[in-house]
């Protein structure tokens, strides 16, 4: 029986947009292992050579670069970096050897239009402290090495000297403790590429703030500062910011970011899903599981939790307006619980994606950048924004930090 012309359009409109999709999520970047970092000792926790996954260029994009960070949490004792050594977050031996590529590390331009041909890279995260470690002796017993800083150096040289030397515009942005790395690298990442280029960073997810968890205690301050002691940290964070306060504080973007010269766009749910289960209610703060529900979906806090949450969303702006206007910094937060928006292409740029003053996350990072107009924007608190993807976990997924 033939169609109806309407029943045709349906059919065309539904077959254009499944390839549509499947176009976003077909691009898959082959690893590429730097084993010249190995005489260096810029190596994973297990003593594997670092490693990033590189989409080259084209057309007017040749010598753009966005350098994008994994992200993965941290490590902050014997016990947790054991853990991470024998996986993907701990070895480039784990890794998978093809990565999908998706959202701002697309390479189609009706989904990635500012950035679609620039060389886009993800350096693999195998340290288990932002790329901030290095201590030069390791344990004959766990064989642990913490050289994430070096890690950081090597894989930046390898790129400059595949053609990031070249650069006319860069980015260096990341995703949770990528985006966390983004800012503290900022800086460091402007002073190795040529004076000529123009640098900007982003961090996605990795405006960690320094709260106290339900129970009242300085939890995440406490495991911040684990960490900078295990992985000899302090040396490696800014100098603007260790000069003048305990190096553990400088983990925390509010205290890092305000001396940071580079521009920086802040793209941060103020629900933050990874903050809200992991500082707010860490499992050490809620041994009874009171709050187990509501971390796995928002739609399930009682109204006491969600007075907490608010509570919350105004120290995390509290934290944000503390660093002061800066006419170059861009901001994008919204009420959203989600975690990470960039790398996703149904947040970063989809006829459903998120939207602040009925703009896309891609569009309000692709204008500030080329400074076509600013962005600086807070949204309304929850539950006002109705194109949030809010997070839904799977019960049976780890809690903890």
């Not at 994973?44 to 490693?51: F, K, M, N, Q």
């Not at 959203?336 to 009925?358: G, I």
């Not at 400074?371 to 807070?378: C, D, E, G, L, Y």
Request: hydrophobic residues 40%; charged residues 20%; proline residues 4%.
């Amino acid at each position: 029986m033939r169609m109806s012309d309407r029943k045709l359009q349906q059919w065309l409109k539904a077959l254009i947009c499944a390839i549509s999709c499947l176009k976003t999520e077909g691009l898959y970047v082959g690893i590429t292992y730097v084993t010249s970092a190995v005489a260096k000792g810029a190596v994973c926790l297990d003593g594997s050579p670092p490693a990033y996954h590189l989409d080259r260029g084209f057309g007017a994009g040749i010598n753009n670069w966005l350098v994008h960070m994994e992200g993965g949490g941290w490590c902050n004792n014997i016990t947790s970096c054991l853990s991470r050594k024998n996986s993907h977050l701990g070895s480039s031996m784990k890794m998978v050897k093809l990565l999908a590529f998706s959202g701002i590390l697309g390479n189609i331009q009706a989904f990635n239009p500012d950035f679609y041909h620039w060389n886009r890279v993800k350096i693999r995260y195998c340290d288990g402290a932002s790329f901030t470690g290095d201590v030069e002796a390791i344990d004959p017993v766990t064989k642990l090495h913490f050289r994430g800083a070096r890690i950081w150096r090597a894989v930046i040289e390898d790129l400059l000297a595949r053609g990031m030397r070249y650069a006319k515009n860069a980015i260096l942005s990341g995703c949770s403790a990528g985006g966390l790395t983004s800012i503290l690298h900022c800086d460091s990442f402007r002073a190795l590429l040529p004076v000529g280029t123009k640098v900007k960073c982003l961090s996605d997810a990795g405006y960690f703030i320094n709260v106290k968890d339900v129970s009242g205690a300085q939890y995440i301050e406490e495991y911040f500062n684990q960490i900078v002691e295990l992985h000899g940290s302090a040396k490696n964070l800014p100098a603007s910011c260790t000069s003048t306060m305990n190096p553990h504080l400088c983990f925390f973007p509010q205290y890092t970011a305000q001396q940071m010269r580079m521009p920086l766009f802040i793209l941060n749910a103020a629900y933050d899903s990874w903050q809200i289960k992991n500082i707010l209610a860490p499992v050490a703060a809620d041994p009874h599981g009171y709050w187990s529900d509501c971390k796995l979906d928002i739609k399930n806090c009682s109204p006491t939790q969600l007075r907490v949450m608010q509570e919350f969303r105004l120290e995390f702006l509290a934290a944000l307006t503390g660093l002061g206007w800066s006419s170059s910094r861009g901001l994008f937060i919204n009420s959203c619980y989600a975690h990470c928006q960039s790398e996703m292409q149904e947040t970063w740029l989809r006829n459903d994606s998120p939207l602040l003053n009925k703009t896309t996350i891609a569009k309000a990072v692709g204008d500030w950048f080329y400074n076509r107009s600013p962005f600086h924007v807070i949204d309304c608190p929850y539950p006002c924004d109705r194109t949030c993807h809010n997070r839904v976990f799977d019960p049976q997924e780890q809690l903890g930090v």
